[in-house]
């Protein structure tokens, strides 16, 4: 454990793409999908031998303070930092990395986790973490990339530059690719997939976010010393994702490999992939099916390929692989009709 260490996990998000259990007052990160605990239970959990529970920052919705404290009962009350609406995470990372610069850690090292990836072992993440630190402490804006298991057409890549142990620098940022292309990376061994991680020091990050996002760093600087800014004070930040606005200009930007196994659990979909499953079922015919009850009744599938089955006490969910992406289309529609059941 090392006190120069903090790890902030990002624990914002409606979690929409896991509609109808995740809901508005209990998303996606705070459920148990996988047993053993919840999503962010088991995120701050992998910091244990890193950090320490004191030396943990949850950045999360103000409408979810009494549900993240009493899963994280050892969290310190002002490690909580609560956002009174979600402005992309530059503005998360951000707002946490002056945070911990005006608590007098301006030198430490910052690492930067999404509170809904699953990652075993522990020991591999352990020793990624101690690979991207080395490297971090010497000024670099550090990132994890995983080694590609398919040609995933989900995930961003990294394209893999010239050698720094041990690690590489980042030659180039790739959005979500087409399946011809992701063949293409994943036969070339360049690439890695994107994992949304980073790991820096509070002062290299800060200098560089200073220098390409000059008007979010100001605005940052600007907000009160509170753990609670006003609707006013942080709707009023840029909204625009880290890689975009940091990670994709800066001349500082390293990967290190994963040595951890890692699924993005982002839709339905992809917990089948992850293993997420709950109640009793009976399949006969079909293939790459999830089935996720909570209602305690059978659920029987026939005839189907790549479906999910998600039933909860308000509503049950059949859905398709393809359109997994529509349910935000849905959960928009009952929002207008039938707030209730979001």
Same mark, same amino acid.
């Given at each position: 454990?090392?006190?120069?260490?903090?790890?902030?996990?990002?624990?914002?998000?409606?979690?929409?793409?896991?509609?109808? !259990?995740?809901?508005?007052?209990?998303?996606?990160?705070?459920?148990?999908?996988?047993?053993?605990?919840?999503?962010?239970?088991?995120?701050?959990?992998?910091?244990?031998?890193? *950090?320490? #529970?004191?030396?943990?920052?949850?950045?999360?919705?103000?409408?979810?303070?009494?549900?993240?404290?009493?899963?994280?009962?050892?969290? #310190?009350?002002?490690?909580?930092?609560?956002?009174?609406?979600?402005? =992309?995470?530059?503005?998360?990372?951000? &707002?946490?990395?002056?945070?911990?610069?005006?608590?007098?850690?301006? +030198?430490?090292?910052?690492?930067?986790?999404?509170?809904?990836?699953?990652?075993? #072992?522990?020991?591999?993440?352990?020793?990624?973490?101690?690979?991207?630190?080395?490297?971090?402490?010497?000024?670099?804006?550090?990132?994890?990339?995983?080694?590609?298991?398919?040609?995933?057409?989900?995930?961003?890549?990294?394209?893999?530059?010239?050698?720094?142990?041990?690690?590489?620098?980042?030659? *180039?940022?790739?959005?979500?690719?087409?399946?011809?292309?992701?063949?293409?990376?994943?036969?070339?061994? +360049?690439?890695?997939?994107?994992?949304?991680?980073?790991? &820096?020091?509070?002062?290299?990050?800060?200098?560089?976010?200073?220098?390409?996002?000059?008007?979010?760093?100001?605005?940052?600087?600007?907000? #009160?010393?509170?753990? !609670?800014?006003?609707?006013?004070?942080?709707?009023?930040?840029?909204?625009?994702?880290?890689?975009?606005?940091?990670?994709?200009?800066?001349?500082?930007?390293?990967?290190?490999? !994963?040595?951890?196994?890692?699924?993005?659990?982002?839709?339905?979909?992809?917990?089948?992939?992850?293993?997420?499953?709950?109640?009793? *079922?009976?399949?006969?015919?079909?293939? =790459?099916?999830?089935?996720?009850?909570?209602?305690?009744?059978?659920?029987?599938?026939?005839?189907?390929?790549?479906?999910?089955?998600?039933?909860?006490?308000?509503?049950?969910?059949?859905?398709?692989?393809? *359109?997994?992406?529509?349910?935000?289309?849905?959960?928009?529609?009952?929002?207008?009709?039938?707030?209730?059941?979001?």
């Amino acid at each position: 454990m090392n006190k120069n260490i903090f790890a902030v996990i990002m624990a914002g998000g409606r979690g929409t793409r896991f509609w109808p !259990a995740s809901t508005k007052s209990r998303p996606k990160q705070f459920m148990d999908l996988l047993g053993g605990g919840t999503m962010l239970q088991k995120t701050a959990a992998r910091f244990a031998n890193i *950090s320490g #529970p004191d030396r943990v920052l949850v950045v999360t919705g103000a409408d979810h303070k009494a549900i993240a404290a009493s899963q994280l009962p050892l969290l #310190p009350e002002s490690n909580l930092l609560l956002e009174p609406v979600g402005r =992309n995470t530059a503005a998360c990372i951000g &707002w946490a990395a002056e945070t911990l610069k005006r608590r007098g850690f301006g +030198e430490s090292i910052m690492i930067v986790a999404a509170s809904d990836h699953k990652i075993e #072992p522990v020991t591999g993440f352990e020793k990624t973490m101690t690979n991207a630190i080395e490297l971090a402490e010497k000024g670099y804006l550090c990132t994890i990339g995983i080694t590609p298991a398919h040609a995933a057409t989900g995930y961003g890549y990294l394209q893999m530059g010239e050698e720094i142990k041990p690690g590489n620098r980042v030659k *180039s940022f790739r959005e979500k690719p087409d399946s011809a292309t992701a063949e293409k990376y994943l036969t070339s061994g +360049e690439y890695l997939w994107n994992s949304g991680m980073f790991i &820096w020091r509070v002062d290299s990050f800060l200098d560089e976010f200073h220098k390409h996002m000059p008007n979010l760093y100001r605005d940052i600087q600007q907000l #009160p010393d509170t753990t !609670a800014p006003s609707m006013d004070e942080y709707s009023a930040l840029e909204s625009q994702s880290i890689d975009y606005g940091v990670m994709e200009k800066t001349d500082k930007a390293v990967v290190v490999p !994963a040595h951890f196994q890692w699924s993005d659990i982002g839709d339905w979909p992809g917990a089948r992939g992850a293993g997420v499953e709950r109640g009793e *079922s009976l399949v006969i015919n079909s293939e =790459n099916n999830l089935v996720f009850d909570e209602t305690g009744r059978l659920t029987v599938v026939i005839g189907l390929d790549n479906v999910s089955v998600v039933s909860t006490e308000k509503a049950i969910l059949v859905m398709s692989d393809s *359109s997994a992406q529509k349910i935000k289309e849905v959960v928009t529609e009952l929002e207008r009709t039938r707030p209730d059941l979001i």
